[in-house]
Every structure is written in C-alpha cells, then in structure tokens.
C-alpha cells in the first residue's frame, strides 16, 4: 500500500493497515515531517499512534518517503489521504488531491511500475462528484507524461473510501471501525478493496482487547458518489444532533429545564440515541465546519437550499457569543479581568486547533480588554502562536491563579478532575466558571466556592 498524506488521516490509516499485516509507506511532501517519521517522532498528537508506527516500523512494514513515484510503482494500492480546506468559497480546496492524482497519473507511466492495475482509493473528504475528478487527473498526469503511448501501463481504478475517525481515538477507530464504505464503478475495485480491509472487516488480526469489539465490520459498498455524500451527510447529521441540543439548552435556560436530564431522557430512545447530545460551546474542529460548508456549496451550485443546515450552522454561530455574555453578566466590564481558559484543543485528546472554538473567544475577550490565559495539555505552544496576546501555561492552576472567570472550553480528563476547591481558593472574586461542556456538578462547584454558570441547567 501506499498511502499519500501522513496528517491525521493518513499516519493512523498507514500504521493501522501495518498493523493488520500489509506493507505500507507513507508519503508526504513536507520533508520535515517525514524525517522526523523517520526518527520516531509524530507530527501529531494521538492517543496510541506513536506505538502503533514503531510497531510497524519495527516489524518493517511501514516506512515514510517523500518520493511518490517510488511508493506508487510497489502499491497495488494508494491511498489518497491529504488535507482538503475550505476554499475561499466555502467549497473543498482540492488542490492537493489534483497534485496528489496527478503525481500518481506520472507514475503510472514509470518503469518501477508493475503491469498490475492500481487502485487509487481515496480517504480525503471531497465534493460528490470528485471521483471522476480524480480520474480525469490521473490521466493527464499520465498524459504529461506520455503514458498514454503505453496505455497497458496505465490501467488504475478508483475509489471512494471516506474516513470516519474521530480525533482523539483515531487508532481505535482505526482498528474496530463502525462500518467500512466503499464506493466505486467497477466490480473488480470493490474486490480489491475488500481483500485489503479482510483482517479488519472479520478482525482476524491478533489484538491484546478483550473482548473483541465485535466480530465482523459492515462493509458498505456503493457508487462513487454515494460514497461521498455518504461522507458529507453523516457530518452534516452530527452538526445538526449538536445543535438541536443546543437549540434545546437555550429553552431550558428560560424555563427552568435541565438540559442533561433532557438529553438523557430523548437519547435512551434508539432512535435518538445518546451520543451527541451534550449542549455548550458548539462543534468546531477539522471536519464539522469545513464539510457543512461544503455541503452548503455544493447545494448553491444545484441552485437548491438547505434550510436545515443553513439554521444548524447559524445555531452554532451564537455559541461562542454565548460565552461572552455569560462572562458579562457576572462580570460586567471585561477590561482589565483576568479569565482563564481551560483546554484549548477543539477537542479532549487531540492537539487539533483547526476552528476551535478556544481561539475565537480568546480573540473576543483579549479584544475586550481581558487578560487571558489558556491551559491546554497538549496544544499550548500552536494556539499561542495563533492568539496574539494568549499568555498560555502548562498547568491549570497557574492559569486559574488571579482569574476573576475560568471558562471551560475542552473538557479533557485533566480539566475535568480539576480540584475544584483548590480552584476557588486561587481565584478571584466573583471566581466564576463558565462550563461551556457542562463538565461539572453544579452543586459541586457551587459548594466548593465557585459561582458555577453553566448551559441550559435550569
Ligand atoms: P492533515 O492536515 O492532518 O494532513 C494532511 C497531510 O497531507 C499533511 O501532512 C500534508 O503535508 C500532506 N499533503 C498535502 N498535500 C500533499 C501532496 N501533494 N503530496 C503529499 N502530501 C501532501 O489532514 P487530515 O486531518 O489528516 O485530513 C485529511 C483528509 O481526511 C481531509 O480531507 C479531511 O477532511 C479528511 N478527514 C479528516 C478527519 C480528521 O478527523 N482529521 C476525519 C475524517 C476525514
């Protein structure tokens, strides 16, 4: 295999299939990262990973090159795996995807190549229609190359593979997926496909859990484009989950309702489930609000509105504000307050900062006049760079010493265990904790000294 991307998709892809048993390497052009690959060092914080990668390398089934050349001419498989941002229309940036098909339509050309077809399944997250894209590049970059005077050489199949991992427990996602999609045209891809995800559709590979997750994966096969609204649609679906309970929230805040207990009560109907049910500071990160924007993009160029998602995103475009507010009521005036932020990942176990909701309100409030300091376990350094004015610290209690306010933004085990008396006595008055996750027990907080503010709890 070879997989194209090594970020957060492509590195955890890579090893994960190494460590079911393929040979894989990994590509990436910033050379940087490949050597510090090469060294054992990991580009991006992971639970799990940097065991996972020196358990491939040390078998010798994964490796790390910036020569996709190389890579291609031993792959029966390439994955494609790079980042695909939002463009300035809000639609997918596809430019590296086209690099990356292109470079693999070279390739294909090369004498390295075996005259075995290749199949180019692809992992990033790309408007429904890409498929075919992909193939169009594939051949001009053969063409460039003059493959098509050989056309035997060039003989590759698509396919849609989207990616359903969730930072933070991305290896095990990995390993014991929900289900596996695949999309493509031709029945031969589909087979190829399936052969390479055997170990974990039947999770035939040795694995030290017990028990075992489950015993066979779903293995979903579909057309092209299938595949990837299927992508598009199970995003948009936990954008709008979110903010439904955040619409919810609101109403209890004016009625006097709990909005856990609420979640609780609709999410053991099975039809609603309780995942995703947790009102607060809203969904941010790498994929939610870049996808949902897609979507949208996608629905203007059919000229067809999407009333729903429209609202999903306006719901969730009030959070952060709602933060603000919350720290004005009891604060009145920002200037010259001190508040701490406590976690700054967009989520817990990641060291993501891409639209997390910490870098907004940190902007909002340092433009009000606030000091703000910002404890995170692991993502201090990248937000300090991207907030101009963020003192950032590595240890929660400093952050909370001399606050008038600490805001709960990423409810990671560390912020969750917080002492919350030890808390109280550091901070000053009004010591007020916004609890933008509703991480705490109200009356908990409130009894260690805090005056506990948080979403939709009556
Ligand atoms: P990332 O930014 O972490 O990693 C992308 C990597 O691709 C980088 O290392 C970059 O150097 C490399 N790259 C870019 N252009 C390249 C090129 N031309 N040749 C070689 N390498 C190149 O991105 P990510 O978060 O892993 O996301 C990858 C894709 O997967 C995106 O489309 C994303 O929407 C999708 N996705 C992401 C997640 C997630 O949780 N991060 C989940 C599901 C799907």
Redesign the pocket.
């Known amino acids: 295999m070879a997989v ?8 955890v892809t890579g090893a994960s299939l190494a460590r079911v048993g393929h040979r894989v390497t990994c ?4 050379g940087e ?1 490949v050597a510090g690959l090469r060294d054992g060092r990991m ?2 914080y992971e639970p799990g990973l940097e065991e996972l990668v020196a358990r491939g390398t040390g078998a010798g089934r994964l490796s790390f090159t910036e020569d ?1 050349d190389a890579a291609v001419g031993r792959a029966d498989v390439v994955f494609i ?4 941002p939002q463009g300035d229309d809000d639609a ?1 940036d596809l430019s ?1 995807v086209s ?2 098909a292109r ?1 693999i339509g070279r390739a294909l050309t090369g004498s390295a190549r075996r005259e075995r077809p290749l199949v180019v399944a692809n ?4 408007p429904v229609g890409s498929g075919d894209y992909v193939s169009t590049v594939i051949r001009d970059g053969a063409e460039e190359a003059g493959g098509l005077d050989s056309p035997e050489k060039v003989r590759f199949g698509v396919a849609s593979n ?6 933070g427990s ?1 290896v095990y996602d990995s390993l014991f997926p929900d289900r596996i999609v695949v999309g493509a045209e031709e029945a031969w891809v589909v087979e190829v496909m399936r052969g390479l995800y055997g170990p974990v559709i039947e999770q035939s590979f040795p694995v030290e859990m017990d028990p075992r997750p489950r015993v066979t994966v779903p293995f979903v096969v579909t057309d092209l484009a299938s595949a990837e609204m299927i ?1 598009y649609a199970a995003n948009a679906f936990l954008a709008t989950k979110v903010s439904f309970i955040n619409e919810i929230s609101d109403l209890c805040e004016l009625t006097g309702a709990d909005v856990g207990s609420v979640a609780t009560g609709i999410g053991l109907d099975g039809r609603i489930g309780p995942r995703f049910l947790n009102a607060g500071i809203g969904w941010g ?3 939610l609000p ?2 949902v924007s897609a979507l949208r993009a996608i629905a203007r160029e059919h000229h067809h509105d999407t009333k729903l998602l429209d609202a999903t995103v306006a719901v969730n475009d009030r959070r952060r504000g709602l933060v603000v507010s919350k720290l004005r009521r009891d604060l009145g005036t920002l200037g010259g307050k001190r508040v701490a932020l406590l976690g700054l990942a967009f989520k817990p176990n990641t060291d ?1 900062l891409r639209e997390a909701p910490s870098l907004g309100i940190a902007a909002e409030l340092l433009s009000l006049g606030a000091g703000v300091v910002g404890y995170d376990p692991v993502a201090v350094k990248t937000a300090a760079r991207q907030v101009p004015g963020l003192r950032v610290v590595f240890d929660p209690y400093e952050a909370l010493t001399g606050a008038h306010a600490a805001v709960v933004v990423t409810d990671w085990e560390e912020v969750r265990n917080l002492d919350l008396r030890r808390a109280a006595s550091l901070m000053q008055e009004p010591k007020l904790l916004v609890d933008g996750r509703n991480a705490f027990d109200p009356a908990a907080a409130r009894g260690a000294g805090l005056l506990y503010r948080g979403f939709g709890r009556g």
Do not use: I, Q, W
Request: include cysteine; hydrophobic fraction near 35%.
């Open positions: 194209v991307g090594a970020g957060y998709v492509g590195l590509v990436d052009k910033d990262r580009p991006v996709l795996a790079v980042d695909t997918a590296n690099a990356v470079g992992k990033s997250t790309v989207p990616e359903f991992l969730r930072e991305a992508k990160g790498s994929c870049k996808d993501d």
